[in-house]
């Protein structure tokens, strides 16, 4: 049913849908919003009165006037007078324009670093601990929680980071944040306003991490990465007295610190009067041996670790978590209760009933055999396919590097891999802009199985040989 | 059983317990860590062989080789020529003094304001949202999501907000944040960057507003409230080109923003090219007709709108929006994804099947019910026990304010109630320093039972009664 409001109004159409669900009010509102919003009813324009209204559209006399006195409250219409009901405000017509959506072009197989394998995701175990954690919660757990996060999975966290990763800590020191992200951010936040002007971070690394630095109103200083690690002589000699490490396995090379560039960046800290955060990003899956531990355990008033769930078990979960020197803790505590009142309560207890069960420790157990056996195929596949390529890195994690001969042009590479719909990234784009290195590829093998790797590998072979 | 390096080095103990699920390796290897850690072992220091220790402590040479070398990796020992193994590296022993909790006195019955009826959150289906989300969930929805939201929650948010909030929105203008605090921060910090230096706030307003402001490096401006809402002749008399209000239902005073008010306001927002930021907070519950609909429905380019499921479940979901105007789109987004690279996408789809679902309307009507049954036990035991009392602010929410005679000393009255394990907010402590009004008090009933709500006020009637 339309109605036309000639003569009175510009041409006006309400269209009312009695076999919608929604009820006819609040069509009549919604067709009326709308009129004004796009400009069809013009400020100060008379609407029909609610008698005529009601006959034109076979509706009751009741349900106009209510409609209108709604729109009234609202701001969209006034009432004149006795009897006349006008349109109050008509703003500008928005124009909408959908924003053009220029979706990265998907490759069929993608060797990305930094995704676990999305598929082996212990949906049954997430829901039946969810489970728990709903049956198991008090009313209290439900309201705002603790903004240091669930006393609860603090516990748990700090046990398990004992366990397996050598940390010193106890719930005290553990804040619980969204992953690793807004735990740095808390980080910087809380060094930037303890008057640290800049904070080193790993050339080549990861592409966020100067980008956090800045975005706290703070200098990122680059310092280069070899074969053994953070170059901490190079770092002794900038103004930072902060630095962002991976030292279980450095993103994007895969080095493992050595026990001396331990001791030297713990020292150099000592020095400063600095901090060191650890970005424990993939330490849990370690294949020749154990783990190397956190460097947090070695100087807990030292050592910021942050580590998450996005590696162990899946991005999507947003859970992770700082180990916190007794010096910062109550400003990153209250930042992060300003910054969002703190993490999901029902999230972090299903957390905490999932490692106390075993079950993280199982799937853990299970997810190692899976990366090992992708380490294995993709080792395998290039050693068919580029046997003079050399892979490093692979002792942890699941990403490595393939070392590309000096003078290979790893743009072009990545270029004509993706030409082939295999995703690619060279060593280049985790560099900073003035500093250079041998050419390299990073082979992430997190998400891809091992069919899609022998497969992928074989597609580009030819490239991989001329590089 | 223990052993003691006496001779070799200080008295040294190390527990290992075969009964224990941890391995003896790990159990070793802890061991020693702590002796480190706590000084017991000391830099330099020359550890036992691994034969003789493996003898003391009963266990396999291998076992102590593995332990050594394990730790020589994480820095806390290093092997010095051919044999000798020493501690590399001790820390400081950090003094663990676990920090003093000072708890709030717990009121055996407490109107504080802003909490929803934890005892009827929908667990059941809740769980069975999260059970159909983490079913249908995609590989890809468990990696990093889109930071803006999930788009399939970003769609149904549009839709609910239009059908119940007469908002205008679609799916690209929603913003998935983890409740109102992180909204309004990202809100704040991309007025800031767009050149904004002073936000107006409410005068009795939520505490947190003017430190949201500052903490934004922003400059609070309080603007009074009266009873028809913000006073928007005070607020253009200002250089504030934003304001953060609560027009549906005034924190704290309950006061429903009058029409003219919010046209009044938008025209400001007009004029001075600036932003209403809507604090959509309780909104849900209005008891005697319709919800008065999102000022962001008169004017989506100039207003802000923010809500959460903090009062409709609960708050331990963390989970909101914010209706972002176009020209501050990209920038939040952005913001967001630098925070915490989006909220918990199984959450965010979990909500989304609530909502679809149908659970989450009947929920609210529930909760409707619940609210105004309570809401009617407060009138009529105030009524009973004060009849001079006025309460004001009852046509929406779950708190209402109850006007004290001038002169009465609120902060009394509150200490007083304490005593007897009340728990009452007197309206001043909602006010900015340099302003005054009438004493009043605060009554929330979110989360207070019909029986306390009439134990609660029968037990400090003589003292309302004395204001």
């Known amino acids: 049913m339309a109605v036309q409001w000639s003569g009175l109004t510009p041409a006006t159409f309400i269209q009312l849908d ?50 209108y006195e709604q729109l009234e409250a609202e701001g969209y219409l006034r009432a004149v007078g006795g009897s006349a009901t006008r349109v109050a405000f008509s703003p500008q017509a928005a124009v909408v324009t959908p924003p053009k959506r220029t979706p990265a072009a998907r490759m069929e197989i993608d060797f990305a670093p930094g995704r676990p394998d999305l598929n082996s995701f212990p949906a049954r175990d997430w829901l039946w601990a969810c489970g728990e954690a709903a049956r198991t919660a008090a009313a209290r757990d439900l309201g705002y929680g603790d903004p240091q996060g669930s006393i609860r999975l603090r516990e748990v966290i700090a046990s398990y980071l004992q366990r397996v990763r050598g940390a010193f800590a106890g719930a005290d020191d553990v804040v619980i ?64 007295t902060a630095v962002i490490v991976t030292p279980a396995h450095q993103a994007p090379t895969g080095v493992v610190l050595t026990p001396d560039r331990r001791l030297a960046l713990l020292q150099w800290a000592e020095q400063v009067n600095g901090v060191v955060i650890e970005d424990d990003y993939d330490s849990e899956f370690r294949y020749d041996k154990q783990s190397v531990g956190s460097l947090q355990g070695l100087a807990a008033d030292r050592v ?41 309560t029902l999230d972090q207890l299903a957390l ?42 692979l002792a942890a994690g699941f990403h490595a590097i393939a070392q590309l001969p000096e003078g290979a042009n790893e743009v072009e590479i990545v270029d004509a891999a993706a030409q082939r719909s295999v995703g690619l990234q060279g060593l280049g784009r985790y560099r900073s802009p003035n500093s250079e290195g041998p050419p390299g590829i990073v082979f992430g093998f997190g998400d891809v199985n091992q069919d899609a790797i022998r497969r992928g590998i074989a597609a580009i072979g030819d490239l991989l040989r001329q590089g």
């Not at 919608?20 to 400009?39: I, K, M």
């Open 18 to 67: 009695r076999q919608s669900p929604d009820a006819l009010g609040s069509q009549l509102q919604n067709a009326l919003r709308t009129a004004v919003r796009e400009g069809r009813l013009r400020t100060g324009e008379r609407l029909p009165s609610s008698r005529r209204l009601a006959v034109d559209l076979g509706v009751s006399r009741g349900l106009v006037q209510a409609t």
């Open 177 to 240: 944040c969204n992953g690793f992200t807004q735990g740095a951010v808390l980080t910087l936040a809380a060094l930037r306003a303890a008057g640290a002007t800049s904070v080193a971070v790993e050339d080549p690394g990861h592409l966020d991490m100067p980008v956090l630095v800045r975005r706290a109103g703070l200098n990122p200083v680059f310092i280069p990465v070899d074969d053994r690690g953070l170059v901490v002589d190079d770092l002794a000699r900038t103004k930072a």
């Open 304 to 344: 910021v670790s942050i580590g998450s769930v996005s590696k162990s078990l899946a991005p999507a979960i947003r859970l992770g978590w700082v180990l916190v020197p007794r010096h910062l803790r109550a400003r990153i505590a209250e930042d992060k209760r300003r910054s969002d009142r703190g993490s999901p």
């Open 352 to 393: 905490a009933r999932l490692m106390e069960s075993g079950r993280f420790d199982r799937h853990l157990r299970r997810m190692r055999g899976v990366y090992a056996a992708r380490r294995n195929e993709l080792v395998e596949a290039i050693g068919q396919h580029a046997p003079d390529l050399v892979l490093t890195g």
